[in-house]
T-cell receptor, first 113, second 110 residues
Framework: GQNIDQPTEMTATEGAIVQINCTYQ??????LFWYQQHAGEAPTFLSY????GLEEKGRFSSFLSRSKGYSYLLLKELQMKDSASYLC??????????????FGSGTRLQVQP | DVKVTQSSRYLVKRTGEKVFLECVQD?????MFWYRQDPGLGLRLIYF???????EKGDIPEGYSVSREKKERFSLILESASTNQTSMYLC?????????FGPGTRLTVT
């Protein structure tokens, strides 16, 4: 089975940097994903990590440590529009051909002026 | 632009009714998924399909079935709706990495 933990809520200030952590336990690891979901909208893909290290994409970066079962999403130069839920998801390698993801319950980020 | 559409944004049904939720994608993706999203529980996988007429159970398949007769269309069926199936239902499609989600159907069962 798989277990994914992330904080329920976080608050940060516009212009600042925030780090959203995610820890996971999985029987066979085949990638970690971050999605953004604004209230009332569908999730949208942010990033993918399968090897250890940092992946940078503009203001957003995602880090993975497979040995620690740990990832974080780093948001720089926060903007009000970054207020959203951030979903951590893991894909398992145990199911041949399986492309489904197991999601954490999400971290609701509120950016304040 | 990838487009995933769902037949309804809001749906109200009575207990015991048969409910069909339709999902259509326009990107020729092999994989399609049905999730439900509940507060505090996140997105949970109900069923997925990796090819026409192929389906596999996800983490919470009880009370649901699916149909995939054409590559672009994936239907979720509630044979006899119950109040604990009141939820937001999200369809997604994808190839290998990224999944593209539809806007969701908020289903209320009374």
């Amino acid at each position: 089975g798989q277990n994914i933990d992330q904080p329920t809520e976080m608050t940060a200030t516009e212009g600042a940097i925030v780090q959203i952590n995610c820890t996971y336990q999985t029987s066979g690891f085949n990638g970690l994903f971050w999605y953004q979901q604004h209230a009332g909208e569908a999730p949208t893909f942010l990033s993918y990590n399968v090897l250890d290290g940092l992946e940078e994409k503009g203001r957003f970066s995602s880090f993975l440590s497979r040995s620690k079962g740990y990832s974080y999403l780093l948001l720089k130069e926060l903007q009000m529009k970054d207020s959203a839920s951030y979903l951590c998801a893991v894909r398992s390698s145990m199911d041949t051909g399986r492309r489904a993801l197991t999601f954490g319950s999400g971290t609701r980020l509120q950016v304040q002026p | 632009d990838v487009k995933v559409t769902q037949s309804s944004r809001y749906l109200v049904k009575r207990t015991g009714e048969k409910v069909f939720l339709e999902c259509v994608q326009d990107m020729d993706h092999e994989n399609m998924f049905w999730y439900r999203q509940d507060p505090g529980l996140g997105l949970r996988l109900i069923y997925f399909s990796y090819d026409v007429k192929m389906k596999e159970k996800g983490d919470i398949p009880e009370g649901y079935s699916v149909s995939r007769e054409k590559k672009e269309r994936f239907s979720l069926i509630l044979e006899s709706a119950s109040t604990n199936q009141t939820s937001m239902y999200l369809c997604a499609s994808g190839l290998d990495l990224e999944q593209y989600f539809g806007p969701g159907t908020r289903l209320t069962v009374t």
